[in-house]
Structure formats: structure tokens, C-alpha cells
């Protein structure tokens, strides 16, 4: 009778949570809401008169911009458009966008995944399905619809629970979403709002910070989620699922000939990518090296965004060509102009979210709000350790309600960088406590986008799978991810180590 009323419990919870993040307005009406509010809120205290001294320039005071004065209204027609094409996330997503298009609209990167998990020793089966989940955030439709329903397949082939092989998939490529060996589309478009955000509080440290300030950490935590992801499948879900007996009709789909040429072809293109790259930057001579042959605070680190472009696009390209999905120029132009098409929910969205951080910025109610919180926090003592997990608790909370990274992050980077940056934490530290946080909670939200993708996969074996059946297998991942990831940030801490390339852990 309790394990009954505990699971009634556990289930109405998720379905308070699916019905109340339901009934939350769209995130782009989110963004024009929030807008509304800070233009409310800029009259208010500006009339109060509230400030603050600047605690970077002593002597100097920051009060609030009033965006209902004649000024105001005056700054908001007239930099609409500015705020849109300056929104930090937009060019850099877009542009990285357009290699990674080509890299997987070709074929390339679905045939690494499926090469990747059909070519490994079945001993090997359950990390090279969590690995390769991982390395998918490359192209994050890639993962969900490619690798979760062919990890169920390998599983069941091998006479394994089908349920863990999606689930094994399923954790790499949403719960270890933000971890890497290379950079992706996500690194410039996190990075880029956390550098605006810091620009509030200190325009000269936001200057030496590249895109690429997560990436030893990330890279890193791709071995150490792998084998979690691994243990976690192993030891404890598929023990859990028990033994399947229903059929499998589906059958694994293997590369075929032409795919493994392409596939080399595309390492072969890759590699030689790489070194012509190495060459503007590694030698002495190298032109994209800085002042004085600095490599950190060179142009190669502050161009990053076209970098990515080009790694994705060549590989991509020759893939193309060798497998036939790319014929001609028009095949290529086709393709960039499909992953652009798909992009069109992003542009509006960054349009209402460029307002947003525009006026948030403009009335500098961002830096009083920072500074205020610091202060907050210095006179309380709550910094440290359990400041960082407050962070990572209240994100992850967020995110069960609204699952876009980007959305959410361009919504609290302008408050928290600032803030944490106030008491001693760098914005890299910041984002990094933010992308564990929202990695690790994606499986447990219903409101995940390819959440019910998922729950339809899963239940082609057990037709009784629901919401509270897919939370429950996907848990132990979540927690295992997120203990982990959090004893990696404090060993990261403690120990004083660079988060990315010239990317401290503290300001």
C-alpha cells in the first residue's frame, strides 16, 4: 500500500509539473514580457532614485536609466534593430551553423554515431553508446534521433534489454549535452551572452575572454560521463528492467561501403584541416598568433565561430561528394539554405531576446543588481561551495519549466555573471555551473522537446512506457551526472585550474 501511494505521489508531481510548465507562455513572449517588465520596473526606480557606486571607478555613482522618459522611448525605436543584429548568440549561432549543417545534412555525422556504436566490441556496446550521446551534442537531432532508437536495436540484438540501450543513448546525448572534444554550435552561443554579460560589470576582463572558455573542462568530462553513463546503465537500470521478452522486428543499420569511404575521406579531410589551422597560429610566423607570438589572446582565439565553421564544413563536404549527397554547388546551397530554414524559431526568438538584455543592459539595472547581490552575499557569508550548488539547483529547477539552454541562460547570465563576478567567481565559472545544471536535469523534464520522441521510441517495446515510466529509468543518470559533474567543479576549484584557454576559475 505505500510503495502505491508513493508512486501516485511521484507521479502527480510530474504531471503538476507538465501542467504548469504547459500553461507558461512561449519562451519568445517570455523574453517580450520580460522586456515589458524591465521598462516598468526603469520608471519605477528610477523615480525612487535608486543607485549604487560603481565599485570598479570610485567616486562614481550608477543609477537607473528611466526607459518611459522622453529619452527612453526615444532609445527603444530607435535601437531595435541594433539590438537584434547585436544580440551576441545570433551571428555566432548562425554562422557555426552553416558548417555543421553541411557535416550532417550530408550524412557525415549520422554515420560517425552509427559507425561508432555498431563497429565496437559488444563489451564495449554500453559506453560507445553513451560516448558517442555525448560527442552527438555536435548535432543535437542527430543523437535523439539516431542514436536512441539504434541503442534500443544493438541492445536487443545482443539479447539485452532494449529500455537500456535507449536509455544509455539517451543519457549521453541530453544529459551529457554541454561535454565535448570539440568545440559546437553551443560554445559561442553560451559564450557569447556570458561575455556580454560580463562586459556590465568589467568591459576590460570581457575583452580577454574567447569562446573556448569551457572547453578543458568539458573535454575532460566527456571520459568521466562516459564511464558514469556506463556504470550507471549496468549496474543499476538494466538490472532494474530486467530480462526482455518481446520481439524485435527492427535491424540495425550498417554502414554500407560507400559510407566508410565517405567516413574516411572525411578523417582524411579532417586531419588535413586541422594541420592548415595549426599553421596560422602554431608556428612563430603564424599570422593569426597576437603581440608579442601570445597564442591565448591571439585573433585565432578570438576567431573561433569561422574556425568551427570550416572544420565542420570541409569534412562535411567530402563526405558529400563521396557518398554522392553532394553533387554540385547546388546540392551545397541546398543544404545551407535547409539549415537555415530550420533556424527561423532561433531568429525570432533572439530578436525578443536581444530587447531584453538590451534594455536590461541599458538601464543599468543589471549592474545594480549585481552589485546589490554581491554585497548581499559578502555580508551573509554565503559564497563558496554552497553558493555554487544554489546556483546548479536553482538552474536545474528552471529548466524542468523551460528547456531551451539558450533561452534560459540569456535570461539569468545578465544577473548571475555579474553578481558571481562581484564575489570573486568568474563568468567562465559561472557558465560552466550553469551548463552542468542544465545538462543534467534534460532527461527529467517532460517539457524537453524530444521528450515524448523518446517515450514514442520506447514504446515500440513496451507499449505501457509513460511519462512517470521514462523519468524513473532516466533518474539515476541525472543524479549520478550531477554528483559527479559537481565533484569535478570542486576539485576544478580547489585546485585553481583553467576551465578553457585563458579561462580562470576565479576573477
Known sequence: MKKAKKQGFVLRSLDTIEVVGNKLPHPVTLFFYFALAIVILSAIFSLVGLQVQDPLNEGEIIEVKNLLSAEGISYMFTSAVANFTGFAPLGTVLVTMLGIGIAERSGLISAMLRGLVTSVPKQLLT????????????AADAGYVVLTPLGAVLFAGLGRHPLAGLAAAFAGVSAGYSANLLLTSLDPLLGSLAQEAAAT???????????????????????????????????IVEPRLGTFKGQVEEEVNYLKAEEKTGL???????VVTCAALALLIVPEW??????????????????LVPVILIMFFIPGFVYGKLTKTIKDDKDVADQLSDTMATMGAYIVLAFAAGQFVAYFNETNLGQILAIKGAEFLENTGFTGIPL??????VAGFINIFIGSASAKWAIMA??????MMGVGYSPELTLIAYRIADSTTNIISP????????????????????????????????????????????????????????????Y
Open 127 to 138: 559506453a560507445a553508446l553513451v560516448f558517442g550521446g555525448i560527442m552527438s551534442s555536435m
Open 201 to 235: 560589470f568589467d568591459p576590460g576582463y570581457a575583452e580577454t575572454m574567447n569562446y573556448a572558455m569551457n572547453w578543458y573542462f568539458m573535454f575532460v568530462s566527456v571520459f568521466v560521463l562516459t564511464i558514469v553513463g556506463t556504470l550507471v546503465t549496468e549496474k
Open 264 to 270: 574516411w575521406g572525411a578523417l582524411i579531410a579532417f
Open 286 to 303: 603564424g599570422p593569426m598568433r597576437g603581440e608579442d607570438g601570445a597564442i591565448i589572446s591571439s585573433p585565432f582565439f578570438s576567431s
Open 388 to 393: 555554487i550548488l544554489t546556483f546548479i539547483v
Open 447 to 506: 517539457l524537453m522537446p524530444y521528450f515524448a520522441i523518446v517515450i514514442a521510441f520506447a514504446q515500440k517495446y513496451d507499449k505501457k512506457v509513460g511519462i512517470g515510466t521514462l523519468i524513473s529509468t532516466m533518474l539515476p543518470y541525472s543524479i549520478a551526472f550531477s554528483i559527479v559533474w559537481i565533484i569535478m567543479l570542486i576539485v576544478w576549484m580547489t585546485l585553481g585550474i583553467d576551465l578553457g584557454p585563458g579561462s580562470p576559475t576565479y
Open 414 to 419: 545578465p544577473v548571475f555573471v555579474p553578481m
